[in-house]
């Protein structure tokens, strides 16, 4: 609740001033901020249930089942909407000027969100069956060969791959949308890209609902393998972070940083998936690409970084008791925070050296993007040890 | 082959890690208790899971009535009953009231047999009048008398228990076997899973040894 409405002021203080035109372009980075929230977090927040005891208990029919996966992303829904809705009439000049157009964007904000919320759900809903055959190599085992063959071994477990290429689809698709519709110059017209994009996510979602129960369970039970079960977890291909590589962390933190840095890295391969992000983030710049498109895979990268950190606030990684017994709420927050930031100065230096290289990147965005990230690591930070720490201390002590 | 619950050529690995569960076979006959036993990590629990659809096999299936189960969960689901240890519940609800959601959710409410039903149940539990309490408040044995009550008032055809006993004191212990025994003799069907071999051998007429040998 209060990261959200942190989020809105700062929308509201963005946007308090600014013309049609320009409401227009921040409305465009809100819904590819979207696409890359949804993207990330979807999964996270459908699987594994954790009210998987009382669910098989009450056994709900597929369509309840569907409506439980639908409640879950509301929430997010609910804030995107709120800011679509400041970002269109969020003004403090002249509040009822262009009425028309305001309201226009609000719909088609609602419009998009909707639709990347809904193909969202149906992508990682209907994830459980091929992510089973790749996590038990049934499928992609031609590719791994072929990497064996040339000495290449991938950096994310196999079962990971189906959930990969969801997550890039998600964000592409959203983000794609929202460019096709800012290339149509009639403005009644370039809402029509985000209701193609809704028709089609509502279509597959709905031809979902009469069976969603075998798609719950399915996906369900192979997060819940891929969350839980360190024997589906990342092959250790390389050694895990000593404690004496943690030392730029106050003493009292970094012990704790520590375990969550190293049971990190054995889920995901942070240091890869970074470098892809610089890598792509330069290859932007190269190619000479607007301004809007290397500015939003910045905002991916920073919403990337902190989501992928998600993990270590599930109970298999941060068990809430022993951690209740190791050091206060208080303390996890600030190691989380650590964690968080490990990458930052990743993400200064990618933005610096194409300040560097480029015109198109100023020194101050170097600054900006910086601040950025500490800010969404904080919240990052606040928001895991809310839902593990805090809420044991708030159930239990 | 007879059409009740059958396990066919039912393999399963985690990721490509080996074999946990390894082409097996078992017919589980009507009315009758099936004791899954063997040491810790033999693949016990993951065939409750299995059968209780919270994984899904890497080969081979599970049969009910002739129908895979994983075809459509919901409707296998309605048939069955699972304790578990569980620390999912939820916290601000009291066992009354989380009995009286599952009857209701699976239309098995009656507004004048069922809190008669209830009351009766949680008695022959020995769970007394802290049942009205929060959830959140309970201990694991009274968590685990939660589940069997929840279990059992929904007079499902098969009941997947979890090592049930493990918190119980004796006479909770005594109670619940009493209860499953009488079930059983109703024609329900029980798989069973646990260390406390005297209390199994109150209650079952069959058991599985993990790990299963291939083929068996």
Not at chain 1, 38 to 59: V, W
Not at chain 2, 20 to 40: D, E, V
Not at chain 2, 115 to 134: A, K, V, W, Y
Not at chain 2, 142 to 158: D, G, N, R, V
Request: with cysteine; glycine share 6%.
């Amino acid at each position: 609740m209060v990261p959200g409405l942190v989020l809105l002021s700062a929308l509201l203080w963005l946007s308090h001033d600014l013309g049609m035109e320009e409401r227009i372009v921040l409305f465009r980075y809100l819904a590819m901020a979207f696409a890359g929230c949804m993207a990330f977090i979807t999964p996270h927040l459908l699987f594994p249930d954790s009210e998987k005891t009382l669910i098989l208990q009450i056994n709900p029919s597929p369509r309840r089942l569907f409506l439980h996966h639908l409640v879950k992303l509301r929430a997010l829904w609910l804030y995107g909407v709120a800011a679509a809705a400041v970002v269109s009439y969020g003004d403090s000049t002249f509040p009822v000027q262009d009425f028309h157009e305001k309201t226009r964007l609000f719909a088609t904000g609602m419009i998009a969100l909707t639709a990347i919320m809904l193909y969202a759900q149906y992508r990682f809903a209907t994830i459980g069956e091929s992510s089973q055959r790749w996590n038990e190599g049934k499928s992609g085992r031609r590719l791994f060969e072929s990497l064996d063959s040339v000495g290449k071994s991938t950096p994310v477990d196999a079962g990971m791959f189906p959930t990969f290429l969801s997550t890039i689809l998600v964000t592409f698709v959203g983000m794609m949308s929202v460019v096709v519709s800012a290339a149509i110059p009639h403005a009644v017209l370039a809402i029509l890209p985000f209701v193609l994009f809704l028709g089609y996510s509502a279509y597959r979602l709905g031809r979902e609902v009469g069976s969603y129960d075998r798609r719950f369970y399915q996906s369900d039970a192979f997060y819940d393998e891929l969350f839980t079960n360190p024997a589906t977890g990342t092959r250790e291909s390389r050694e895990p972070a000593s404690y004496g590589a943690i030392y730029w962390v106050p003493s009292r933190w970094r012990a704790a940083v520590w375990t969550q840095i190293v049971q990190l890295d054995r889920k995901r391969p942070m240091g890869r998936i970074i470098a892809l992000l610089s890598l792509t983030y330069w290859l932007l710049i190269w190619l000479g690409t607007p301004e809007a498109w290397h500015g939003g895979w910045l905002v991916f990268w920073i919403l990337a970084k902190n989501m992928l950190a998600w993990p270590v606030s599930w109970p298999a990684l941060s068990p809430p008791v022993f951690h209740w017994w190791m050091m206060p709420a208080g303390d996890w927050m600030m190691a989380r925070f650590f964690l968080q930031t490990r990458w930052t100065l990743a993400l200064l230096l990618t933005v610096a050296a194409a300040a560097l290289f480029s015109e198109a990147v100023s020194w101050q965005a170097v600054w900006m993007w910086t601040l950025a990230d500490v800010t969404v690591s904080a919240l990052s930070a606040w928001l895991l040890t809310r839902n593990n720490e805090f809420a044991f201390r708030r159930r239990y002590a | 082959m007879s059409e009740f619950l059958n396990v066919e050529n039912l393999s399963k690995r985690y990721g490509t890690g080996p074999m946990i569960l390894s082409g097996m076979n078992h017919h589980f006959r009507k009315g009758t208790a099936t004791g899954l036993i063997g040491a810790n990590g033999s693949g016990k629990t993951t065939f409750l899971r299995l059968v209780s659809i919270t994984a899904y096999p890497t080969e081979g299936t599970i049969t009910f009535l002739g129908e895979p189960i994983y075809d459509a969960p919901h409707r296998f689901l309605h048939h069955i009953g699972i304790v578990t240890d569980a620390t999912d519940l939820p916290a601000y609800l009291s066992a009354n009231e989380l009995m009286e959601w599952t009857l209701r959710a699976r239309k098995k409410w009656h507004d004048d047999e069922s809190p008669r039903h209830m009351d009766e149940l949680f008695g022959r539990l020995h769970f007394d009048e802290r049942r009205e309490n929060l959830i959140g408040t309970y201990s694991s044995g009274m968590l685990q008398k939660t589940m069997l009550a929840c279990s059992l008032i929904t007079q499902p055809e098969i009941i997947l228990l979890d090592e049930p006993f493990r918190a119980l004191d004796e006479s909770s212990k005594k109670a619940s076997l009493e209860l499953l025994n009488e079930y059983k003799s109703n024609g329900g069907t029980i798989l069973v899973s646990s260390h406390l071999r005297r209390s199994l051998a109150k209650l079952c007429d069959d058991y599985i040894t993990f790990p299963v040998k291939e083929g068996s």
